[in-house]
């Protein structure tokens, strides 16, 4: 066993600390334990850089008593530090104001069934052999072409967590999970200048990624297709958002959709609920109990069951992301989404992005985008990009120095195809995205 504690430990630890909370007067409490280890050795140009292991746990605990909130976490998991930590929270908890919110998710809302969605597979990987892959990964960038000159390096990681989560409903609950990953970054460089990329590949189960070798040649070739990059004049042009960026822009709606920014008023997509913001063909679906898919879960931050949903159907908002807590400043029930969405897919309308390149014509490929322009309060967008100009549906010639930009209310209403071709490596399967119309800012 890897880990300090055994599953039944942990669920024994929170049932105690739960019992603790009710012994100080609280009304309800929720506590949640976790557990975390991990490794990360990391190479440049041969040589060994950084090599760093991680081991952490916690307890944070929640007490409330009526309709006060007191919150108090420690890293000790003895006897004493429980009960130091308990009379914290309800000592703050005694000292706020009151919230109307406030207090556990309700009780028939907790989860039943507890499946597992195997996301735990264990890497029995040492320093040298982790070290060694990294080695791999890079020296097979180095050697893909002699205009690869240099090297940022390569990285191998692997990590382990556990998770205990109960509360005063009676509802407690343990899930575990990997997470490994291999990346490689290079520079390449002929007469035009110089240009970096990068390529990694992670999954639960360390045998589901690419090999260090493929990692590292795909690396090396991103880098290479960048070389001889220009600006391009300004003017309005269909833009494609490559597979590897795409996410991003379905993130600033489920940003928008959420329960959080949605009771501040701080949201574009207020009372969107029976509202268009997508294409009639387009759906956005929630699955959260996909095998070996980092988001996948069986209940959420407060014990909530999961379960598929449409979140857009038809263009069409049918649901938000809310806690408990939001679902209630709303007036609404909670959609089990407290610590966020699990696995999103939009559904798609082309099987290749040369499909969608076909469709576009002559327009922007967008492979990179830089900095936070993006504010989902007013739907404005605006990000420094780089990637390709594409000509009579070809990709003509490498660009960066520009900056793409639109209101993400226009932009999301003029898509006009999403490709078969999300990165297996991600929890959202989202494919490349054409829009039919952006601002782009070139030379």
């Known amino acids: 066993m890897l880990f300090n504690h055994t599953a039944s ?14 012994a100080t007067g609280a009304t309800a409490a929720e506590a949640d334990f976790s557990e975390s280890l991990g490794q990360s050795v990391s190479v440049r140009l041969g040589e060994i850089e950084q090599i760093e292991f991680q081991q952490d746990k ?7 008593v009526g309709k006060r909130k007191g919150r108090a976490g420690t890293a000790d998991f003895s ?3 429980l009960r130091d930590t308990v009379r914290a929270a309800a000592d703050i908890a005694r000292h706020t104001a009151e919230d109307g919110c406030a207090g556990l998710a ?3 809302l907790m989860a039943q069934h507890i499946g597992d969605p195997d996301l735990y597979h264990e890497w029995d990987l040492d320093t040298e052999a982790a070290v060694g892959f990294a080695k791999q990964c890079e020296q097979a960038a180095l050697n893909e072409d002699e205009r690869i000159e240099n090297s940022e390096g390569a990285a191998v990681q692997t990590g382990h967590y556990q998770y205990v989560y109960g509360n005063t409903h009676g509802f407690a609950a343990h899930r575990q999970g990997t997470h490994h990953s291999i990346s490689c970054s290079v520079v390449a460089a002929d007469e035009n200048g110089m240009q970096r990329d990068y390529w990694y590949d992670s999954a639960c189960r360390h045998p589901d990624m690419d090999s260090p070798e493929t990692i590292g040649q795909t690396a090396a070739r991103r880098t290479l297709r960048r070389l001889g990059s220009r600006s391009i004049p300004t003017g309005s042009y269909p833009v494609l958002f490559d597979t590897t960026v795409s996410g991003g822009l379905i993130g600033h709606l489920v ?14 997509l207020i009372d969107s609920i029976g509202k268009k913001v997508l294409p009639d ?11 070996r898919s980092f988001r996948s879960s069986y209940f959420d931050a407060e014990g909530v069951a999961t379960a598929p ?4 159907q038809n263009g069409i908002v049918e649901g938000y992301f809310l806690s408990s807590y939001s679902a209630r400043k709303l007036g609404m029930q909670t959609t089990g989404n407290a610590g966020g969405a699990h696995n999103l897919y939009l559904n798609h309308t082309h099987e290749t992005q040369s ?3 076909k469709e576009m014509g002559t327009g922007l490929l967008v492979t990179e985008l830089m900095g936070q322009g993006a504010n989902t309060i007013t739907g404005d967008y605006s990000r420094g990009a780089a990637g390709f100009w594409v000509e009579n549906g070809v990709i003509a010639y490498p660009v960066h120095e520009i900056t793409v930009a639109g209101r993400l209310q226009d932009m999301y209403r003029d898509i006009v195809g999403v490709a078969d071709d999300a990165l297996r490596r991600s929890s959202n399967k989202i494919g490349s995205i054409l829009i039919a119309g952006m601002t782009v800012a070139g030379s």
């Not at 430990?9 to 009710?22: F, H, N, S, V």
């Not at 940003?255 to 501040?264: E, P």
């Open 9 to 22: 430990e942990l669920l024994d630890l929170c049932r105690r600390t739960l019992d603790l909370a009710k």
């Open 58 to 64: 916690s307890l944070d605990i929640t007490v409330y």
């Open 79 to 81: 006897e004493q530090a």
């Open 106 to 108: 309700d009780p028939e």
């Open 255 to 268: 940003g928008a959709l959420s329960g959080g920014a949605l009771y501040r008023q701080s949201s574009f």
């Open 281 to 291: 063909f387009l759906n956005l679906r929630e699955e959260p109990h996909i095998p």
């Open 309 to 312: 949903r449409f979140v857009i």
């Open 355 to 357: 499909d969608l390149l």
